[in-house]
Protein backbone atom coordinates (compact mmCIF):
# COMPACT_ATOMS: atom_id res chain seq x y z
CA UNK A 1 0.00 0.00 0.00
CA UNK A 2 1.49 3.16 -0.75
CA UNK A 3 1.18 5.73 2.01
CA UNK A 4 0.76 9.99 1.34
CA UNK A 5 1.30 13.02 3.67
CA UNK A 6 -2.02 14.24 4.35
CA UNK A 7 -1.91 17.85 3.89
CA UNK A 8 -1.01 19.77 7.28
CA UNK A 9 -2.65 17.45 9.62
CA UNK A 10 0.90 15.55 10.63
CA UNK A 11 -0.84 12.09 9.43
CA UNK A 12 0.15 10.03 6.51
CA UNK A 13 -2.69 8.18 4.57
CA UNK A 14 -3.21 4.98 2.59
CA UNK A 15 -3.36 5.72 -1.02
CA UNK A 16 -6.98 3.51 -0.99
CA UNK A 17 -9.36 4.91 1.38
CA UNK A 18 -12.44 2.54 3.04
CA UNK A 19 -15.78 3.86 1.91
CA UNK A 20 -18.46 2.60 4.20
CA UNK A 21 -21.21 3.87 2.28
CA UNK A 22 -22.00 -0.25 0.36
CA UNK A 23 -21.47 -2.38 3.01
CA UNK A 24 -23.01 -5.90 2.58
CA UNK A 25 -25.88 -4.58 5.21
CA UNK A 26 -29.20 -5.78 4.96
CA UNK A 27 -31.20 -2.56 4.39
CA UNK A 28 -32.95 -2.18 8.01
CA UNK A 29 -34.10 0.71 9.61
CA UNK A 30 -32.29 2.00 12.37
CA UNK A 31 -35.46 1.84 15.28
CA UNK A 32 -36.11 -1.79 13.76
CA UNK A 33 -33.76 -5.44 14.73
CA UNK A 34 -29.63 -5.13 14.13
CA UNK A 35 -29.17 -6.26 10.81
CA UNK A 36 -26.35 -8.99 10.67
CA UNK A 37 -23.06 -6.67 10.80
CA UNK A 38 -20.31 -9.67 10.60
CA UNK A 39 -19.83 -9.51 6.94
CA UNK A 40 -19.25 -5.54 6.90
CA UNK A 41 -17.04 -5.72 10.06
CA UNK A 42 -14.56 -8.90 8.40
CA UNK A 43 -14.97 -6.82 5.01
CA UNK A 44 -13.37 -3.70 6.78
CA UNK A 45 -11.03 -5.59 9.16
CA UNK A 46 -10.25 -7.12 5.72
CA UNK A 47 -9.35 -3.54 3.93
CA UNK A 48 -7.39 -2.54 7.29
CA UNK A 49 -5.04 -5.47 7.37
CA UNK A 50 -4.03 -4.54 3.80
CA UNK A 51 -2.98 -1.47 5.01
CA UNK A 52 -6.04 0.66 4.10
CA UNK A 53 -5.44 3.61 7.11
CA UNK A 54 -8.98 5.25 6.66
CA UNK A 55 -12.20 4.74 7.11
CA UNK A 56 -15.00 7.26 5.91
CA UNK A 57 -18.50 6.99 6.99
CA UNK A 58 -21.64 8.99 8.09
CA UNK A 59 -24.59 9.85 10.21
CA UNK A 60 -27.22 8.09 8.25
CA UNK A 61 -25.03 5.46 5.84
CA UNK A 62 -26.93 2.70 5.50
CA UNK A 63 -29.84 3.51 7.58
CA UNK A 64 -27.38 4.41 10.38
CA UNK A 65 -25.67 0.93 10.92
CA UNK A 66 -22.43 2.17 8.81
CA UNK A 67 -21.02 3.92 11.86
CA UNK A 68 -21.86 1.08 14.28
CA UNK A 69 -20.22 -1.38 11.63
CA UNK A 70 -17.28 0.52 11.52
CA UNK A 71 -17.21 0.88 15.01
CA UNK A 72 -16.56 -2.69 15.75
CA UNK A 73 -14.53 -3.21 13.24
CA UNK A 74 -12.02 -1.00 14.82
CA UNK A 75 -11.86 -2.31 18.23
CA UNK A 76 -10.82 -5.52 16.51
CA UNK A 77 -7.13 -6.08 17.10
CA UNK A 78 -6.77 -2.30 18.02
CA UNK A 79 -7.46 -1.16 14.64
CA UNK A 80 -8.68 2.06 16.32
CA UNK A 81 -4.98 2.95 17.26
CA UNK A 82 -3.91 2.92 13.44
CA UNK A 83 -6.93 3.90 11.60
CA UNK A 84 -7.76 7.14 10.95
CA UNK A 85 -11.92 7.67 11.33
CA UNK A 86 -14.03 10.14 9.57
CA UNK A 87 -17.93 10.62 9.53
CA UNK A 88 -19.71 13.54 8.99
CA UNK A 89 -22.22 15.95 10.76
CA UNK A 90 -25.44 16.05 8.65
CA UNK A 91 -26.30 19.60 8.93
CA UNK A 92 -29.58 19.54 7.24
CA UNK A 93 -30.87 18.04 10.58
CA UNK A 94 -29.86 20.58 12.74
CA UNK A 95 -33.19 22.76 14.28
CA UNK A 96 -30.79 24.85 17.25
CA UNK A 97 -26.95 24.97 17.83
CA UNK A 98 -27.53 22.65 20.66
CA UNK A 99 -27.63 19.77 17.71
CA UNK A 100 -24.33 19.77 17.17
CA UNK A 101 -23.14 18.27 20.59
CA UNK A 102 -26.25 15.72 20.53
CA UNK A 103 -25.54 14.46 17.10
CA UNK A 104 -21.65 14.26 17.68
CA UNK A 105 -22.60 12.53 21.31
CA UNK A 106 -24.09 10.25 19.56
CA UNK A 107 -21.73 9.35 16.88
CA UNK A 108 -19.57 8.39 19.42
CA UNK A 109 -21.45 5.94 20.91
CA UNK A 110 -22.29 4.14 17.68
CA UNK A 111 -18.43 4.40 16.50
CA UNK A 112 -17.88 3.22 20.30
CA UNK A 113 -14.82 6.05 20.28
CA UNK A 114 -13.94 8.33 22.76
CA UNK A 115 -12.75 10.71 19.44
CA UNK A 116 -12.95 11.68 15.41
CA UNK A 117 -10.03 11.94 13.38
CA UNK A 118 -11.79 14.23 10.75
CA UNK A 119 -15.56 15.18 11.06
CA UNK A 120 -16.50 16.43 7.98
CA UNK A 121 -19.67 18.99 7.33
CA UNK A 122 -21.57 16.60 4.94
CA UNK A 123 -22.43 17.92 1.96
CA UNK A 124 -22.26 21.76 1.79
CA UNK A 125 -21.65 24.34 -0.43
CA UNK A 126 -20.58 28.02 -0.33
CA UNK A 127 -24.21 29.13 0.79
CA UNK A 128 -23.75 27.10 4.29
CA UNK A 129 -21.50 29.74 5.53
CA UNK A 130 -24.50 31.84 5.53
CA UNK A 131 -26.85 29.43 6.74
CA UNK A 132 -26.41 26.96 8.71
CA UNK A 133 -22.69 27.51 9.84
CA UNK A 134 -23.54 30.95 10.96
CA UNK A 135 -26.69 30.27 11.87
CA UNK A 136 -25.72 27.47 14.15
CA UNK A 137 -22.08 28.78 14.96
CA UNK A 138 -20.54 25.86 13.57
CA UNK A 139 -17.00 27.08 13.67
CA UNK A 140 -17.22 27.76 17.45
CA UNK A 141 -18.74 24.49 18.11
CA UNK A 142 -16.13 22.78 16.45
CA UNK A 143 -13.59 24.64 18.12
CA UNK A 144 -14.83 23.70 21.59
CA UNK A 145 -15.59 19.76 20.22
CA UNK A 146 -11.36 19.90 19.55
CA UNK A 147 -11.12 21.28 23.04
CA UNK A 148 -12.94 18.44 24.51
CA UNK A 149 -11.04 15.37 22.45
CA UNK A 150 -14.08 14.72 20.63
CA UNK A 151 -12.75 15.77 17.14
CA UNK A 152 -9.43 16.41 16.05
CA UNK A 153 -9.89 18.07 12.63
CA UNK A 154 -13.14 20.04 11.09
CA UNK A 155 -13.16 18.80 7.43
CA UNK A 156 -16.10 19.26 4.56
CA UNK A 157 -17.02 17.12 1.77
CA UNK A 158 -18.46 19.06 -1.25
CA UNK A 159 -20.49 18.54 -4.21
CA UNK A 160 -20.92 22.58 -5.08
CA UNK A 161 -19.31 24.69 -8.10
CA UNK A 162 -15.30 24.46 -7.58
CA UNK A 163 -15.09 28.27 -7.28
CA UNK A 164 -17.03 27.45 -4.39
CA UNK A 165 -14.54 25.21 -2.74
CA UNK A 166 -12.14 28.59 -3.03
CA UNK A 167 -14.68 29.68 -0.88
CA UNK A 168 -15.23 27.25 1.94
CA UNK A 169 -11.18 26.64 1.82
CA UNK A 170 -10.21 30.61 2.33
CA UNK A 171 -11.97 30.07 5.66
CA UNK A 172 -8.92 28.84 7.49
CA UNK A 173 -11.16 26.35 9.28
CA UNK A 174 -10.52 22.75 7.49
CA UNK A 175 -7.87 20.24 7.85
CA UNK A 176 -9.49 18.24 4.48
CA UNK A 177 -11.90 18.16 1.67
CA UNK A 178 -13.69 15.48 0.28
CA UNK A 179 -14.52 15.89 -2.91
CA UNK A 180 -15.78 14.57 -6.45
CA UNK A 181 -12.90 13.20 -9.03
CA UNK A 182 -13.09 11.10 -11.48
CA UNK A 183 -11.82 10.16 -14.94
CA UNK A 184 -15.24 11.37 -16.41
CA UNK A 185 -15.38 14.60 -13.91
CA UNK A 186 -12.38 16.25 -13.83
CA UNK A 187 -13.89 19.82 -13.01
CA UNK A 188 -11.97 19.98 -9.34
CA UNK A 189 -8.97 19.56 -10.61
CA UNK A 190 -7.38 22.93 -10.45
CA UNK A 191 -9.13 23.27 -6.69
CA UNK A 192 -7.75 20.06 -5.64
CA UNK A 193 -4.27 21.28 -6.32
CA UNK A 194 -5.99 24.34 -4.28
CA UNK A 195 -6.24 22.87 -2.10
CA UNK A 196 -3.12 20.91 -1.48
CA UNK A 197 -0.97 24.07 -1.75
CA UNK A 198 -3.42 25.21 1.29
CA UNK A 199 -2.26 22.61 3.38
CA UNK A 200 -5.28 20.58 2.98
CA UNK A 201 -5.64 17.05 2.89
CA UNK A 202 -7.40 15.59 0.30
CA UNK A 203 -9.48 13.04 -0.78
CA UNK A 204 -11.78 12.21 -3.68
CA UNK A 205 -14.90 10.27 -3.51
CA UNK A 206 -16.54 8.15 -6.78
CA UNK A 207 -13.28 7.11 -7.99
CA UNK A 208 -15.14 5.05 -10.49
CA UNK A 209 -18.12 7.58 -11.20
CA UNK A 210 -20.65 5.81 -9.05
CA UNK A 211 -19.98 2.71 -10.62
CA UNK A 212 -20.21 4.12 -14.10
CA UNK A 213 -16.45 3.40 -14.62
CA UNK A 214 -17.07 -0.23 -13.00
CA UNK A 215 -17.68 -2.30 -15.58
CA UNK A 216 -14.80 -3.39 -17.97
CA UNK A 217 -14.41 -2.06 -21.87
CA UNK A 218 -15.29 1.51 -23.39
CA UNK A 219 -13.49 4.47 -24.53
CA UNK A 220 -10.96 4.59 -21.76
CA UNK A 221 -9.90 0.96 -21.93
CA UNK A 222 -9.80 1.06 -25.81
CA UNK A 223 -7.49 4.52 -25.49
CA UNK A 224 -4.46 2.44 -24.11
CA UNK A 225 -5.18 -0.58 -25.52
CA UNK A 226 -6.54 -2.45 -23.33
CA UNK A 227 -3.51 -2.76 -20.74
CA UNK A 228 -6.25 -2.06 -18.04
CA UNK A 229 -9.74 -3.07 -17.30
CA UNK A 230 -11.60 0.56 -16.73
CA UNK A 231 -11.99 0.18 -13.49
CA UNK A 232 -8.61 -0.66 -12.83
CA UNK A 233 -7.67 2.68 -15.03
CA UNK A 234 -10.55 4.68 -13.56
CA UNK A 235 -8.72 4.48 -9.88
CA UNK A 236 -5.13 4.48 -11.21
CA UNK A 237 -6.18 7.91 -12.88
CA UNK A 238 -7.18 9.62 -9.60
CA UNK A 239 -3.94 7.88 -7.82
CA UNK A 240 -2.01 9.28 -10.47
CA UNK A 241 -3.07 13.11 -9.26
CA UNK A 242 0.15 14.37 -7.44
CA UNK A 243 -2.20 16.86 -5.15
CA UNK A 244 -4.70 14.27 -4.44
CA UNK A 245 -3.67 12.00 -0.80
CA UNK A 246 -6.24 9.53 -0.72
CA UNK A 247 -9.05 7.77 -3.22
CA UNK A 248 -12.02 6.93 -1.23
CA UNK A 249 -13.95 3.74 -2.70
CA UNK A 250 -17.13 2.19 -1.69
CA UNK A 251 -16.24 -1.58 -1.33
CA UNK A 252 -19.21 -4.02 -0.95
CA UNK A 253 -17.06 -7.21 -1.08
CA UNK A 254 -13.72 -9.32 -0.84
CA UNK A 255 -13.16 -8.76 -4.18
CA UNK A 256 -13.02 -5.27 -4.72
CA UNK A 257 -11.10 -4.69 -1.19
CA UNK A 258 -8.08 -6.87 -2.94
CA UNK A 259 -8.24 -5.18 -6.56
CA UNK A 260 -8.32 -2.17 -4.90
CA UNK A 261 -5.43 -2.39 -2.58
CA UNK A 262 -3.72 -4.17 -5.47
CA UNK A 263 -4.02 -1.17 -7.67
CA UNK A 264 -3.51 1.32 -4.74
CA UNK A 265 0.11 -0.44 -4.03
CA UNK A 266 1.40 -0.27 -7.02
CA UNK A 267 3.74 3.52 -6.75
CA UNK A 268 3.83 4.04 -10.87
CA UNK A 269 0.99 6.77 -12.00
CA UNK A 270 -0.58 6.62 -15.27
CA UNK A 271 2.59 7.95 -18.09
CA UNK A 272 2.33 11.53 -19.35
CA UNK A 273 0.99 9.66 -22.57
CA UNK A 274 -1.30 7.84 -20.72
CA UNK A 275 -3.19 10.63 -19.35
CA UNK A 276 -2.78 12.58 -22.54
CA UNK A 277 -4.54 10.06 -24.35
CA UNK A 278 -6.80 9.98 -21.40
CA UNK A 279 -7.40 13.61 -21.92
CA UNK A 280 -8.37 13.57 -25.93
CA UNK A 281 -10.66 11.09 -25.60
CA UNK A 282 -12.21 12.87 -22.41
CA UNK A 283 -13.01 15.86 -24.78
CA UNK A 284 -14.04 13.96 -27.83
CA UNK A 285 -16.53 12.18 -25.84
CA UNK A 286 -17.50 15.91 -24.29
CA UNK A 287 -18.54 17.10 -27.74
CA UNK A 288 -20.08 13.54 -28.84
CA UNK A 289 -22.77 14.03 -25.11
CA UNK A 290 -23.82 17.29 -26.42
CA UNK A 291 -24.91 15.81 -29.69
CA UNK A 292 -27.51 13.87 -27.95
CA UNK A 293 -28.47 15.79 -24.96
CA UNK A 294 -26.81 18.44 -22.63
CA UNK A 295 -29.32 17.52 -19.73
CA UNK A 296 -30.89 20.69 -19.81
CA UNK A 297 -34.05 19.03 -18.74
CA UNK A 298 -36.54 21.68 -21.05
CA UNK A 299 -37.84 18.60 -22.36
CA UNK A 300 -39.02 16.07 -19.75
CA UNK A 301 -41.57 18.18 -17.96
CA UNK A 302 -43.79 18.66 -21.43
CA UNK A 303 -44.01 14.47 -21.61
CA UNK A 304 -47.66 13.40 -21.67
CA UNK A 305 -46.62 10.21 -20.78
CA UNK A 306 -43.88 11.11 -18.34
CA UNK A 307 -41.13 9.43 -20.02
CA UNK A 308 -37.99 10.58 -18.05
CA UNK A 309 -36.03 11.76 -21.63
CA UNK A 310 -32.69 12.92 -20.30
CA UNK A 311 -32.15 9.76 -17.68
CA UNK A 312 -33.19 7.51 -21.35
CA UNK A 313 -30.67 9.88 -23.28
CA UNK A 314 -28.14 9.33 -20.84
CA UNK A 315 -28.44 5.92 -20.52
CA UNK A 316 -27.99 6.27 -24.72
CA UNK A 317 -24.90 8.56 -23.98
CA UNK A 318 -23.14 5.83 -21.75
CA UNK A 319 -23.52 3.11 -24.49
CA UNK A 320 -22.79 5.57 -27.50
CA UNK A 321 -20.61 7.77 -26.64
CA UNK A 322 -18.72 5.48 -23.95
CA UNK A 323 -18.84 2.52 -24.79
CA UNK A 324 -19.96 1.56 -21.56
CA UNK A 325 -22.41 -1.41 -22.74
CA UNK A 326 -23.72 -2.97 -19.22
CA UNK A 327 -24.00 -0.02 -17.71
CA UNK A 328 -26.26 1.96 -20.18
CA UNK A 329 -28.57 -1.18 -20.17
CA UNK A 330 -28.27 -1.04 -15.86
CA UNK A 331 -29.23 2.68 -15.62
CA UNK A 332 -32.22 2.20 -18.70
CA UNK A 333 -33.24 -0.89 -16.56
CA UNK A 334 -33.75 1.52 -13.41
CA UNK A 335 -36.24 4.10 -15.15
CA UNK A 336 -39.58 3.49 -14.12
CA UNK A 337 -38.91 1.26 -11.49
CA UNK A 338 -38.94 4.13 -8.33
CA UNK A 339 -42.60 3.76 -7.15
CA UNK A 340 -42.03 7.68 -5.58
CA UNK A 341 -41.73 8.62 -9.37
CA UNK A 342 -44.06 9.39 -11.70
CA UNK A 343 -41.59 8.31 -14.63
CA UNK A 344 -41.34 5.98 -17.32
CA UNK A 345 -38.90 4.62 -19.95
CA UNK A 346 -38.51 5.30 -23.63
CA UNK A 347 -40.74 2.68 -24.30
CA UNK A 348 -43.92 4.51 -23.45
CA UNK A 349 -42.85 7.09 -25.72
CA UNK A 350 -45.96 8.32 -28.00
CA UNK A 351 -43.59 10.34 -30.25
CA UNK A 352 -46.51 13.30 -29.99
CA UNK A 353 -43.25 15.58 -30.39
CA UNK A 354 -43.42 18.09 -27.94
CA UNK A 355 -40.12 17.49 -26.36
CA UNK A 356 -38.58 18.33 -29.93
CA UNK A 357 -40.55 21.67 -29.28
CA UNK A 358 -38.72 22.79 -26.20
CA UNK A 359 -35.21 21.56 -26.90
CA UNK A 360 -33.23 24.23 -27.39
CA UNK A 361 -30.38 22.14 -29.17
CA UNK A 362 -33.42 21.20 -32.12
CA UNK A 363 -32.66 17.72 -31.05
CA UNK A 364 -34.51 14.71 -32.45
CA UNK A 365 -35.47 13.10 -29.55
CA UNK A 366 -38.07 11.29 -30.96
CA UNK A 367 -35.33 9.18 -32.97
CA UNK A 368 -32.87 8.82 -29.76
CA UNK A 369 -36.24 7.22 -27.91
CA UNK A 370 -36.83 5.06 -30.34
CA UNK A 371 -33.42 4.03 -30.63
CA UNK A 372 -32.77 3.86 -26.59
CA UNK A 373 -36.28 1.75 -26.44
CA UNK A 374 -34.67 -0.63 -29.18
CA UNK A 375 -31.47 -1.03 -27.99
CA UNK A 376 -31.19 -0.54 -24.46
CA UNK A 377 -34.09 -3.34 -24.02
CA UNK A 378 -31.71 -5.98 -25.31
CA UNK A 379 -28.30 -7.60 -24.16
CA UNK A 380 -25.06 -5.81 -24.15
CA UNK A 381 -23.33 -7.17 -27.05
CA UNK A 382 -19.74 -8.39 -26.57
Known amino acids: MQFRKFGNTGFEISALGFGAMRLPVANVPFDGPEPDLEPAVELLCRGFEAGINYVDTAYFYLNGWSEIAVGRALKRNHWRDKVRLSTKLPLGHMK ?6 RILEHQLRKLDTDHIDFYHLHGIGESALSGPIREFR ?46 LDTANEEMIAYAAGKGLGTVAMGPVGGGRLAFAGGVFEDALGGKFTTPELALRFVLSNPNLCCALSGMGNPEMVDDNVRVASDPAPLSASELSALAQVREKCAELRNVYCTGCNYCGPSCPK ?42 ACVHCGVCETKCPQKLPIRKYLTEAAELLSQPARK
Do not use: W
Open 96 to 101: CADDFF
Open 306 to 347: HVAIPAVLEALIYDRVYGFHEHARERYRKIGTDPNKQEANAS
Open 138 to 183: IFEQAAKARDRGMIRHLSFSFHDRPEAMKTLIDTGEFSSVLFQYNL
